[in-house]
């Protein structure tokens, strides 16, 4: 079991906490050992325990971390017997070792970040390795377990990982009750997030309980300062290799590998642009939230995407999608939707099929692909898109807790689905429960009243009218989204770029094409780009027929990439070059059952691509069909 090691509390209080650099010291910093019967990889739970429906029981600190292993592994991988992990790809055989955890303060900004290093006991000391792995979507410090932790730590690599200024950061602000360090409920201290509770907006904050969270909330659009937070969590991870093992204090003879997925794959390319030192040696970004000049934000994308996608899934060529079925129960709501639309002036069809069609070639014009549109019904049934738009504007406008854009809050919801306050079980599970992101670990988007039979849109019309606005607020939204823009500077290290086209989510069209094309455009030397077949934005989902039947992981790619991005820099190997990745959906069986995975599914890269290659021709971007 773990032996909880407090190393200081707050900085300056223990000259144990000073490290060997001029870094800004740690606002808080502890440290744990994880042997006998627990680890780094799974907590002690291994594939069983991750795989139980109901996560592990206990209150104490051990509990709180073992139960959020369980939230972000399940979160994000397939961990299901037909998915293939630990046989194919992945490791979750234990690895024991050491597990610090910080808070650091980035100049400039008003909170803190937390990063999370781990330390494992067979850390190849004669050929040391750092992979940094920030978080895919806003999750917590946990949250690149399953993708890069289990590729990583079984080869005796470090891992630190950081939350970018996001992760798990709630704060009860009825009770004044936030988390500190290590997911523990405090009201004072050194707590992870403490919003101001000023407004910003005319007018009153609406009656009723709210919970702020710090990716909205922070007032400090963490977006903005990706690439700072993850450069920032290197800085901390080598000055402790150099405290621990004696590296060099600059990383000089740490191969480090900077990967990671989705938030945290624009998190990684926005690092490799901001390093000036040279701490990186290679990058590997998958699936990547990333815009640059001229492409449409996430933001921009999904409040668009969020009022086109009920009508879209009225279109015949949606009949087939997955849960398409279940929709069509929804099918009044969706007509409501393209004649709100049609109100709007957005569509200029008079009847339904025409302007579901219309709704549909909108979203193609956005950059989703027509199999990246077959998900669509995935992001309407979790009302997913309704929460980035929500999410992300407030984090662009800088916007308070007590500002209710567009009458949007967060809270804690009774048994009839009001809102109420949150008490001491809430507090207790929002570490190890939570994504970042309401609706999650029982904090829930509160939306302002519409109109049935689509009572949804009049928010989101809000959103989508605060984004376009020529006023105050549209100026501060669109602000933020500016500064987020990724300059595509790449210069001459090894970057390997990957995305899946089956992508309806993040699309490929205004991401990862868009930012290749511009990072060549800028003299990228050793850029790679691999368009993936069949896989799309989440592996948790896989397990379901629906599913996994036609799409394959993304995990399993990313990690061949680390082999090739670890090969190049250890032995000189060559990187495989941009191209098409083909591959080969699994299927259904005679009886009707998902087949397990298997390697042919997954295809194989070319070393000369021929057919399938992509590349740069005349300033643009040319990709196989």
């Known amino acids: 079991m773990a032996r909880w090691i407090v190393v200081c509390a707050l900085a300056g209080l223990s000259g144990g906490c000073a490290m060997t650099s001029k870094l800004p010291e740690p606002v808080a910093e502890s440290r744990s050992i994880h042997r006998d019967g627990d680890d780094l990889l799974s907590a002690g739970l291994g594939l069983e325990g991750l795989r139980a429906s109901t996560p592990p029981a206990g209150a104490d600190a051990a509990a709180r971390r073992r139960w959020t292993y369980w ?47 781990h330390l494992p006991d067979h850390f190849d000391r004669q050929r040391p390795c750092l992979v940094v792995a920030p978080v895919s979507g806003s999750r917590g ?38 988390l500190d360090l290590d997911g523990a409920p405090a009201g004072s201290g050194a707590l992870s997030f403490r919003p101001e509770l000023t407004r910003t907006l005319p007018g009153s904050a609406s009656a009723g309980p709210r919970v702020a969270v710090k990716h909205a909330h922070s007032q400090a659009h963490p977006e903005a300062q990706w690439g700072e937070y993850t450069l920032s969590a290197v800085r901390h991870a080598l000055r402790v290799l150099h405290q621990r093992y004696g590296t060099a204090a600059d990383g000089g003879d740490v191969d480090v590998i900077a990967a990671s ?34 492409a449409p934000s996430l933001l921009d994308y999904a409040t668009r995407a969020a009022l086109l996608a009920p009508c879209a899934q009225l ?94 809050r967060y809270a804690a919801l009774d048994a009839q689905g009001q809102p109420r306050a949150a008490g001491a079980q809430d507090h207790a599970s ?18 302002p ?51 899946g086209r089956s992508d309806g989510l993040v699309p490929v069209g205004p991401t990862s094409r868009a930012y290749v094309e511009a990072a060549l455009q800028r003299g990228a030397s050793a850029l790679h780009y691999w368009e993936i077949e069949h896989v799309q934005h989440f592996d948790a989902f896989l397990g379901q027929p629906m599913f996994g039947a036609r799409l394959l992981p993304l995990v399993p790619f990313l990690h061949q990439a680390l082999d090739q991005a670890l090969a190049h820099l250890r032995e000189g190997t060559a990187i495989a070059p941009s191209q098409v990745w083909r591959t080969q ?12 995975l298997q390697p042919q599914h997954l295809g194989a890269l070319k070393a000369v691509p021929g057919a399938d290659g992509i590349a740069l021709m005349q300033g643009r971007l040319v990709v196989p069909e």
Request: hydrophobic share 45%; glycine share 14%; aromatic share 8%.
């Open 71 to 117: 939230t972000n592994w399940r979160g994000i991988g397939d961990l299901t017997p037909q998915g293939g992990f630990g046989e194919w790809y992945g490791s979750l055989d234990a690895v024991p070792g050491e597990e610090w955890r910080a808070l650091l303060p980035l100049p400039g900004v008003a909170h803190g970040h937390s990063v999370l290093l």
């Open 141 to 178: 410090m946990y949250g690149a377990l399953a993708t890069v932790a289990s590729w990583a730590l079984p080869r005796g690599c470090a891992v630190v990982y950081t939350d970018k200024g996001a992760g798990t950061g709630y704060y009860d602000v009825d009770a004044g009750i936030g």
């Open 261 to 294: 997925i989705s938030n945290g794959g624009g998190a990684v390319l926005k690092a490799v642009e901001a390093d000036r030192e040279g701490f990186i040696d290679a990058a590997v970004a998958g699936a990547s939230n990333i815009t640059v000049r001229g």
């Open 315 to 408: 279109d015949p060529r949606m009949q087939q999608a997955p849960m398409a079925n279940l929709l069509a129960l929804r099918a009044g709501e969706f007509m409501a939707r393209c004649q709100n639309l049609a109100a709007l002036g957005w569509l200029k069809s008079g009847d339904a099929r025409a302007q579901a069609a219309e709704a549909y070639e909108a979203l193609r014009d956005l950059g989703f692909r027509d199999e990246a549109l077959q998900l669509s019904g995935l992001n309407i049934a979790s009302d997913l898109w309704r929460a980035v738009a929500m999410g992300y504007a407030n984090a662009y406008g800088r916007f308070s807790v007590l500002d209710d854009l567009c009458g949007f």
């Open 430 to 447: 929002w570490f190890a429960s939570a994504s970042g992101i309401p609706s999650s670990g029982g904090v829930h988007l509160i939306a």
């Open 449 to 499: 009243p519409g109109e049935a039979p689509d009572p949804a849109f009049a928010g989101l019309r809000c959103l989508r009218a605060a984004f376009e606005a020529e006023d105050a607020v549209g100026a501060r939204i669109r602000r933020g989204e500016i500064e987020n823009l990724a300059s595509a500077e790449l210069g001459a290290r090894p970057v390997i770029v990957l995305h």
């Open 585 to 596: 959906p699994r299927g259904l069986d005679e009886k009707g059952a998902m087949q397990p």
